[in-house]
């Protein structure tokens, strides 16, 4: 009986060290564990790295080469990667390119459209990747599925400003719009932006006529020698862009006119400015590229830190003349862009 009793104790001293042995083994994991994994801090958006994608319409196409440039410098003035990627125009490559920026999981995207209805197709591949998107120069169609923004020119303020300024530096002006191609929609909203001006102008603008250099330079001296053979009285020409302004110039230059004729423009690109320097050009009204392709990173930058952009944001319509000329806004992206449009925060 006392062997018994003995041999019992014994088994039950074994088991109470290894119940003691096994509850600090467990203890010193359970204390471990913790402080390597559960105690630290989840990764926010500020911590992230983040990534942008840039679907380009066509980037042999000057205004788009600037705006994605400027798109690659918010990266690099953030810290974000950004990954530009070139449609060159083609539906199905533009496709291909956003199955592209999914699969490398980009933390957002801006579009450079070439339609509204492709708009409508990468948005909604965009949507069901659960990535948020942005739009640059043409605002989507009502069925573009969910966008963050879009940041464009507008076409009728461009004109309207254009009318404003003449009204306000040179009363009593009477003007010569040598206009863009009719049938595209794009002529026909700067006519509508023009018309709106001329009423709020009352009697300070006169427009004498409207003529059709299809923006080019050789048709738009064509048209400007033969309204200056009517005989018509104008002291000013709106050129629809600064190719037109060229071929403006260079018909008032044959007729002995450069001298007493103002030429206005749109653009504000590098050839403009330049013509500015050099006397050619009397003012342009600038919508520098530079700001679009900014904002349209500074829309993702802010959504990704939890902050919601306007759905539209027009880009702003600057005034050059050679005084304001050295404070430009140049399409070839800088600081000076970077400042104007307030930083990235």
């Known amino acids: ?12 001293l074994v088991l109470t060290m290894s119940i003691a042995l096994f509850g600090c083994g467990a203890k010193t994991e359970s ?6 994994e559960n105690n630290k801090p989840a990764e926010t958006s500020q911590d992230k790295k983040l990534k942008f994608g840039y679907i380009a319409y066509n980037m042999k196409d000057m205004w788009n080469m600037y705006g994605a440039e400027a798109f690659e410098y918010a990266g690099k003035q953030t810290g ?31 579009i450079y459209p070439i339609s509204p209805e492709q708009a409508a197709t990468l948005s909604k591949m965009a949507n069901d990747a659960g990535i948020p998107v942005t739009f640059e120069n043409l605002k989507p169609g009502d069925n573009a599925g969910d ?27 009477k003007v ?39 923006w080019e330079t050789e048709k738009s001296m064509n048209v400007t020698q033969n309204f200056i053979q ?69 829309n993702l930058y802010q959504h990704a830190h939890g902050k919601t952009p306007d759905k539209f944001i027009t880009l702003p319509i600057i005034p050059v003349t050679k005084e304001s000329l050295q404070s430009a806004i140049s399409w070839q992206v800088n600081d000076l862009a970077v400042e104007y449009i307030g930083g990235f925060e």
Request: charged share 25%.
């Open 230 to 298: 009517t005989g018509k009285e104008f002291d000013v020409v709106f050129a629809n862009n600064e190719m037109q302004a060229k071929g403006v110039m260079n018909a008032l230059k044959e007729a002995g006119l450069q001298d007493k004729v103002k030429v206005v423009s749109t653009g504000g690109g590098p050839d403009g400015l330049k013509m500015i320097e050099d006397g050619e050009l009397t003012a342009t009204m600038s919508a520098p590229v530079s700001l679009q392709g900014l904002i349209t990173f500074k």
């Open 176 to 214: 010569l719009f040598v206009a863009g191609a009719k049938g595209s929609g794009v002529y026909e909203t700067y006519q509508e932006g023009v018309d709106r001006a001329l009423q709020e102008a009352e009697d300070k603008v006169t427009l004498v006529d409207v003529v059709h250099g299809d």
């Open 80 to 110: 974000v990667e950004t990954v530009i990627l070139d449609a060159e125009n083609n539906l199905e490559k533009s496709v291909s390119l956003m199955e592209e920026l999914i699969s490398k999981k980009v933390d957002g995207i801006s």
């Open 31 to 36: 204390n471990e564990t913790p402080s390597a």
């Open 1 to 12: 009986m006392k062997k018994r009793t003995s041999q019992w104790l014994g088994l039950l």
């Open 147 to 173: 966008y963050i923004s879009t940041v464009a020119a507008e076409y009728d303020v461009i004109g309207a400003k254009a009318i404003e300024f003449i009204a306000a530096t040179w009363p009593g002006s």
